[in-house]
């Protein structure tokens, strides 16, 4: 089983709205901190979200705040992002991870999904 698998990419125009699903293994979901990242063409994966395991704290890039929610359902191992008011900028492929202690670099994160792609047009 792949620890992680997103779902809900597509393509939407300036404005409208996405919602992110992303499934994991119980291995790779019980008792973890789940980050959502995004890698637009020629650039570097950058954070986007991160929610603790609990789900008490959230986290959120400055260029997604307001406009993002990430959430999570513990009883189903899957994890979520509500993209609304999305932007051309937010084209990406968008990547959920799990368990990390320093949600902010990619490389501290441990278990990776394949990605999904999103694209805003203008």
């Known amino acids: 089983q792949m620890p992680l698998v997103e779902s809900g990419g597509g393509m939407v125009q300036a404005g409208g709205s996405l919602r992110l699903s992303c499934t994991a293994s119980p291995r790779t979901f019980s008792s973890y901190a789940l980050g959502w990242f995004r890698q637009a063409p020629g650039k570097e994966r950058a954070f986007v979200a991160a929610?603790?395991?609990?789900?008490?704290?959230?986290y959120y890039a400055d260029s997604v705040k307001g406009r993002f929610t990430i959430s999570r359902d513990n009883a189903e191992n899957t994890v979520y992002l509500q993209m609304n008011s999305l932007r051309p900028e937010d084209t990406a492929v968008y990547f959920c991870a799990s368990d990390s202690t320093n949600y902010y670099s990619a490389s501290e994160w441990r278990y990776w999904g394949q990605g999904t792609q999103v694209t805003v047009s203008s």
């Open positions: 929610i603790s395991w609990g789900g008490a704290k959230t």
